[in-house]
């Protein structure tokens, strides 16, 4: 009999306490934004990766034409090396992976160089995107905004990203 009192009270407790989370998320208003879709429909992300290109522009070239003369001297070696010298041959081997390891210096830094900008210019469009977010809230007053991701089912009514997206585009 004993038993069955503890349990009839914690399942008394159990079922108010349940009741009272039910409650408490009842009152509080919840929207949900997809990020990523944000990201890809404003155009300061398209403005930032044709800065990124423009800004990078030598380097790649730079890069591209090591590789190409990187290939020539390979597509030569096989083509003339039967005619060659050893000395040739040899010299010819030293021009090339000189010419490998300056390319994978210069590559190494441009891609740290590049992924450093662009993760900083990210930072800033992403400070954009969160003061949108934080307007929205408090305009249509949110009590917690979601990534979309995080959420299995959401209401069309909640979902901002549209929002978000009309007054990210409008910032400069």
């Keep these: 009999m004993n038993k069955f ?3 009839v009270a914690c399942s008394a407790v159990a079922s108010s306490l349940l009741l009272a989370s039910s409650v408490m998320a009842a009152d509080q208003k919840i929207a949900v934004v997809n990020f990523q879709e944000v990201m890809g429909k ?3 992300t398209a403005t930032v990766m044709q800065n990124l290109e423009t800004e990078f522009k030598d380097d ?3 890069l591209a034409q090591l590789e190409k003369d990187i290939k020539y001297y390979q597509e030569k070696k096989k083509r003339d090396g039967s005619l060659m010298s050893a000395k040739e041959k040899e010299d010819l081997d030293v021009q ?3 010419l490998y390891q300056d390319y994978q210096t210069k590559g190494k830094a441009f891609q740290q160089a590049t992924s450093l900008r662009k993760n900083e210019e ?3 469009i992403v400070a954009l995107v969160r003061q949108a977010i ?3 809230a408090a305009k249509g007053k949110y009590d917690i905004v979601l990534e979309q991701q995080a959420v299995v089912f959401a209401k069309p009514d909640a979902i901002i990203t549209d929002k978000v997206v009309e007054q990210v585009s409008k910032l400069k």
Excluded: L, Y
Aim: cysteine-free; hydrophobic content about 35%.
């Design 5 to 7: 009192i503890k349990t």
């Design 96 to 98: 090339i992976t000189t």
């Design 42 to 44: 404003i155009p300061q």
């Design 60 to 62: 790649k070239a730079v």
């Design 134 to 136: 934080d307007s929205i």
């Design 122 to 124: 990210t930072n800033k």
